[in-house]
């Protein structure tokens, strides 16, 4: 089991920096473990956000929105999607009573890519802890946040 103290050779000066170390260093663990997962799909963690958003909306959705419900709220965003289209993965679609607004939706072959991901693949990241752990570390980083 792992432990921040052992892990990055450090004492702490009370728990509380204990525990955002602890936050932050396990934000980077699951962070290269999604970047290496994603590497056989051709596609980064937060490219796999947006085709999970544009997957689940009943119809095409404006950028901004995708970018609001984005996990990784980055400003890069529009080049995220820009990737996604060239891959022809997700779509452009021009709003014909304003030109600057831009809708995309996910193509039939990112719903295919999608179908190839397995679904437990973040599961398997916290199979070390109970449903109920989860539950209380999820109420502890709302709380935090």
């Given at each position: 089991m792992g432990n921040i103290g052992e892990d990055i050779k450090s004492n702490f000066k009370n728990n509380r920096v204990k525990a955002i170390i602890n936050i932050l260093y396990t934000a980077g663990w699951i962070s290269n473990i999604q970047n290496e997962f994603f590497k056989e799909f051709d596609i980064s963690p937060q490219q796999?956000?947006?085709?999970?958003?544009?997957?689940?909306?009943?119809?095409?959705?404006?950028?901004?929105?995708v970018k609001e419900r984005m996990i990784d709220r980055a400003p890069n965003a529009t080049r995220l999607m820009d990737k996604l289209c060239a891959k022809e993965l997700i779509q452009r679609i021009n709003c014909s009573e304003d030109r600057r607004v831009v809708?995309?939706?996910?193509?039939?072959?990112?719903?295919?890519?999608?179908?190839?991901?397995?679904?437990?693949?973040?599961?398997?990241?916290?199979?070390?802890i109970t449903e109920e752990e989860a539950e209380a570390l999820s109420r502890i980083l709302d709380k935090i946040r």
């Open positions: 796999f956000n947006i085709l999970r958003i544009l997957n689940g909306a009943s119809g095409p959705l404006k950028v901004q929105i809708n995309v939706e996910i193509t039939d072959k990112g719903k295919n890519l999608l179908n190839k991901i397995p679904d437990d693949f973040s599961e398997n990241l916290l199979k070390n």
